[in-house]
């Protein structure tokens, strides 16, 4: 047994006392009933067990069916549970952008990939936010940044299409005809 603590979704957990062997998917789901994160292919490859990690030059996503959870210790991790704002009751009062892109797009169908996707274009819009990039761009790098998800019901271009129109609806992330 190991003993993690970590931040998940804005709130401290831990100390707690894990197996060394215990996956950071299992971890979320059955140590802190944060059922959203899916286990997909088990291998890594599929990306809908997602996760954010928060690092000092922005979050990337982690496979947390491959990750042991002790990696995480002492790191903060989001899910997509941590994404939309909550009310003083613990309900969803507002999705975040690009949650709401996705269901204003359509994009779901079984939703079984949608944590990860929601993780992975979340990562994207912040590490635009940070270094926008030309109009021109920004469908090669959606397609880039998503591309290593995988969608069962081939939902694909409802996903791309949420997550380019999204990033060209907000001010910010991509730069003015003068390069601003």
Not at 40 to 64: E, H, N, P, S
Not at 149 to 156: A, F, Q, V
Not at 160 to 172: C, S
């Amino acid at each position: 047994m190991t003993e993690i603590s970590m931040t998940v979704n804005g709130n401290s957990v831990g100390p707690i006392d894990v197996p060394e062997d215990l996956m950071m998917l299992e971890f979320l789901n059955e140590y802190l009933n944060l059922t959203g994160t899916r286990y997909g292919c088990g291998q890594g490859v599929c990306r809908a067990c997602a996760v954010l990690v928060d690092m000092a030059d922005g979050a990337r996503t982690m496979a947390a069916c491959v990750t042991g959870a002790i990696w995480f210790d002492g790191r903060s991790v989001r899910t997509v549970e941590g994404h939309a704002t909550r009310d003083a009751q613990g309900q969803i009062a507002q999705l975040s952008p690009v949650q709401q892109a996705f269901l204003d797009h359509f994009s779901f169908q079984c939703s079984y990939c949608t944590p990860g996707f929601v993780n992975e274009a979340t990562a994207l819009v912040e590490r635009l936010a940070r270094a926008p990039i030309a109009r021109a761009d920004v469908e090669a790098t959606v397609l880039e940044a998503l591309n290593g998800n995988i969608c069962r019901c081939t939902g694909y271009v409802r996903y791309l299409g949420a997550t380019r129109d999204l990033i060209l609806e907000t001010p910010g992330l991509t730069l003015t005809e003068d390069g601003a």
